[in-house]
């Protein structure tokens, strides 16, 4: 069992920048592949960012590319979002995840969920 919980959400203003943090309980989290979604009003939740846990390679969805990294610290069992340059578009919960197995980009290839984090960019 894997419980998550996002911290480092808030309001700010375009062009601004914020860095997300997601705690899990749990002795194995360096053997979990954790992600990054992120759902606004009226719309599906949508992949953000992942962080294998084999290798640490990173995939980022095209929308955030090259203004958010995603990193995680295995010693603190914590897993960041920096995210940089942030747009109104960017509006929404995030959530972190974490999957063994499956498609990385997919929300059902995870297994745990925290509970979100508001990120509300002002234009």
């Known amino acids: 069992q894997v419980q998550l919980v996002e911290s480092g959400g808030g309001l700010v203003q375009a062009g601004d920048s914020l860095r997300l943090s997601c705690v899990a309980s749990?002795?194995?989290?360096?053997?979990?592949?954790m992600g990054w979604f992120r759902q606004a009003p009226g719309k599906e939740r949508e992949f953000v960012a992942v962080?294998?846990?084999?290798?640490?390679?990173?995939y980022y969805a095209d929308s955030v590319k090259g203004r958010f990294t995603i990193s995680r610290d295995n010693t603190k069992n914590t897993v960041y979002l920096q995210m940089n340059s942030l747009k109104p578009e960017d509006t929404a919960v995030y959530y972190c995840?974490?999957?063994?197995?499956?498609?990385?980009?997919?929300?059902?290839?995870?297994?745990?969920w925290g509970q979100g984090t508001q990120v509300t960019v002002s234009s």
């Open positions: 749990g002795r194995t989290f360096s053997r979990y592949t």
């Open positions: 995840a974490a999957s063994r197995f499956g498609t990385y980009y997919l929300t059902e290839s995870y297994d745990y």
């Open positions: 962080i294998t846990w084999s290798s640490g390679r990173t």
